[in-house]
């Protein structure tokens, strides 16, 4: 156990560490986008730019950047080139927004998978099925930032059902908090709905067929039991699975799209802004960030994979 | 893989009867059985014609463009006057509210804030982002399968690197990798040896959709492939003395081909939809240019007083990227009913 935990950690810190190469990479290989030179503005001279670029520490070599960037990254003193404003910060201030807008949209996208998978399979091929299948698939098959611009559109505008602005923290009003909160909740429960109600509804209709199905029931369970103790659990394995990766993509920059539109001060946000102004070391920062969530769900995936499931050994990968 | 389902009987034959002299029992091929099961899906067969029918929408822009709203995609109006219903009227109001659908032949959804025609754009616009999405289809599909094919094929350190390699873009977060990429490359465009692409070109979205998603593909395959690489008929292809190269694209690639095309098919739906949401953070296709996501980040601006032009685009993208999803769907149950492979967002 601990051999494993050990190797997962030194795998997540190697894949963040090139993932932070790679990013600093992009930005230093890609021409015409010397900072120095934007920051100077357009007409700068060479004299101006080469300032700029002593001032920000641009003229050493990169391996010597690469090193002070990580080294203020951890230590919290990472500024933008751009506002000069501390990077670290900043995510720190969007983290609660971030946070409140992934959990609830989590929850609710749990709750209506499991909800809408199960009605689909207990009535397969009937109208209700029907009817959540054609809605799931639509779900998926939809931008999000679409239907939040619709959903902007009218409920708040049309029928003036929801608040407009942006986030309120939930330390000071609860309810504004959440009424402000609904509508991107939805917004990106709705992919995530569609994806798992459909797949919970196969891994549902297979489960029927199972030896152990036939079992339960011999032993005179009565349906309900049947359905719920054995086949909906069974079948809620590989949700779980697939919960956690997702998650972890959510938290690490899928919101982007929902916090842009609903104007939500997350790191998602704040992430855009970095990207729009080709700003470094903010766009390292989020980058990592989200990285971390992404890879760090991943090997919790693993690890409850291998508690849920004895014949996966530890310190071998869970099947892809 | 090939060999068993050509055992199956196609569903909804009725059995030979008995006393059929031999000769006249045809010899099936798997993709004969895997079209009469196609067949029989009326709705994944509906929407391949929907599909289809867009296509053929977009690809009839010139003609609308020419012969019915007389402007191009890109033209601006903002200070014209059009006759609509024998009264002429602004194109664009003093208020900047542009002029909405209605049963005219020119503008005939309406204009955007440019006093551009929506319907003409909304044709050249989908033209760009089907084209995006079969390219960026196209670009997945060549890597994916190059890495599955040499992963599975080589195992040991081969593999290894290029599993990690995968696993570090898997855990770049898929949104802002795409994002920074794209304003990166829009800046300078892209230069790779005697490859080069400008800034503003659409091949840039292209290459990042590409690029981000071959992980999602790639990681299936190489399972498939390395289940294949132990069955008998690699053995018997490496003693017959075949080289590493024919056996991977003589032997390996013909069984996975039905895997391709299905995984095709849904990767062009997921391409779609990110085109969508690069060019709606700007880092997609470039201004002026059309397409369904810069349309919609357009009319997202003028949401409260012309909320058609969010409306429209984002219809058309559901009913693209509903009708690929329903059709590749029914393309997996046809091809391979037992498999359950399954692409990730």
Redesign the interface.
């Known amino acids: 156990m601990a051999r494993f935990i050990v190797r997962r950690l030194l795998g997540m810190i190697a894949?963040?560490f090139?993932?932070s190469v790679?990013?600093f990479l992009?930005?230093n290989v890609?021409?015409?986008?010397d900072p120095a030179a934007r920051i100077a503005g357009k007409n700068a001279d060479p004299a101006l730019i080469a300032r700029v670029s002593a001032d920000l520490g641009l003229d050493k070599p990169l391996p010597i950047q690469y090193l002070t960037m990580m080294k203020q990254i951890f230590t919290g003193q990472l500024m933008s080139y751009a506002k000069d404003r501390n990077v670290v910060q900043q995510i720190w201030d969007g983290i609660p927004a971030t946070f409140s807008l992934c959990i609830g949209a989590a929850v609710i996208w749990m709750a209506l998978a499991v909800l809408f998978g199960y009605l689909s399979a207990m009535h397969a091929g009937k109208f209700t099925d029907r009817a959540l299948t054609i809605l799931s698939?639509?779900g998926?098959?939809?931008?999000?930032?679409?239907l939040a611009?619709?959903l902007?559109?009218f409920l708040t505008?049309k029928i003036q059902l929801f608040p407009t602005g942006s986030y309120v923290p939930l330390t000071e009003d609860p309810v504004g908090w959440a009424s402000h909160l609904i509508l991107p909740w939805f917004t990106l429960a709705v992919?995530f709905v569609g994806?798992y109600s459909r797949?919970l509804r196969?891994n549902m209709l297979d489960a029927m067929n199972e030896d152990y199905v036939r079992t339960a029931r011999a032993k005179g369970l009565s349906e309900r039991q049947v359905r719920i103790r054995h086949v909906l659990r069974n079948s809620m394995i590989p949700i779980v699975t697939l919960f956690g990766l997702d998650f972890g993509?959510v938290v690490?920059?899928?919101a982007?799209?929902t916090e842009?539109?609903y104007n939500l001060n997350g790191v998602g946000l704040y992430?855009?802004e970095a990207?729009?102004s080709?700003d470094l070391p903010p766009?390292i920062g989020?980058?990592l960030f989200?990285?971390f969530f992404?890879?760090l769900f991943?090997t919790i995936v693993d690890f409850a994979y291998a508690v849920l499931d004895p014949r996966i050994r530890l310190g071998e990968a869970a099947?892809? | 893989m090939v060999a068993t389902v050509g055992e199956m009987e196609a569903p909804g034959e009725p059995p030979l009867p008995a006393g059929v002299p031999k000769s006249q029992i045809q010899g099936r091929s798997p993709w004969y059985l895997a079209w009469l099961r196609l067949r029989r899906n009326k709705v994944a067969l509906f929407c391949a014609g929907v599909f289809v029918l867009i296509v053929l929408f977009c690809l009839a822009a010139p003609l609308w463009a020419e012969h019915v709203a007389h402007t191009g995609p890109n033209e601006n109006h903002i200070t014209e006057k059009v006759l609509i219903d024998g009264q002429p009227t602004n194109v664009v109001g003093p208020d900047g509210t542009p002029i909405g659908p209605g049963l005219h032949g020119q503008y005939l959804l309406g204009a955007d804030q440019n006093g551009r025609d929506v319907m003409v754009r909304l044709m050249y616009g989908g033209r760009t982002s089907i084209y995006i999405g079969l390219a960026a289809a196209a670009v997945t599909t060549v890597l994916s399968v190059i890495v599955a094919l040499l992963a599975g094929y080589y195992r040991g350190w081969i593999d290894s690197v290029l599993s990690r390699i995968m696993?570090?873009i898997?855990?770049?977060?898929?949104?802002?990798?795409g994002?920074?990429?794209g304003?990166?490359?829009a800046?300078?465009?892209l230069?790779i040896g005697p490859l080069a692409i400008a800034g503003d070109s659409i091949w840039i979205p292209i290459m990042i959709i590409g690029f981000v998603y071959v992980p999602y593909m790639a990681?299936?395959i190489r399972?498939e492939i390395l289940a294949l690489r132990e069955k008998e008929f690699i053995e018997a292809a490496v003693a017959q003395g075949k080289g590493p190269l024919r056996i991977m694209f003589s032997e390996l690639l013909p069984n996975i081909i039905s895997t391709i095309i299905v995984f095709f098919t849904l990767n062009i739906?997921n391409n779609m939809?990110l085109e969508?949401?690069l060019s709606?953070?700007?880092?997609g296709v470039r201004p002026p240019n059309a397409s369904w996501?810069t349309m919609?980040a357009d009319g997202?601006e003028m949401?409260?007083t012309a909320?058609h032009l969010?409306?429209v685009p984002?219809l058309m993208?559901?009913a693209t990227?509903?009708s690929l999803?329903?059709f590749g769907d029914g393309l997996r149950d046809a091809l391979d009913p037992r498999a359950?492979i399954?692409l990730e967002?």
């Open positions: 894949v963040l090139a993932i790679i990013v992009i930005f890609i021409p015409n986008s698939l639509v998926i098959s939809m931008p999000v930032f679409w611009a619709i902007l559109y505008f992919l994806f797949m196969s993509q690490g920059g899928g982007i799209l842009t539109v992430a855009g990207i729009r080709l766009l989020v980058t989200g990285a992404i890879v991943n099947p892809a | 696993d570090v898997w855990a770049f977060p898929v949104l802002l990798l994002i920074a990429l304003t990166a490359l800046v300078g465009g230069k990681r299936p399972g739906a939809l969508s949401a709606f953070l700007g880092a996501g919609i997202y949401i409260y909320p969010t409306i984002g993208i559901i990227v509903l999803n329903v359950k399954r967002h």
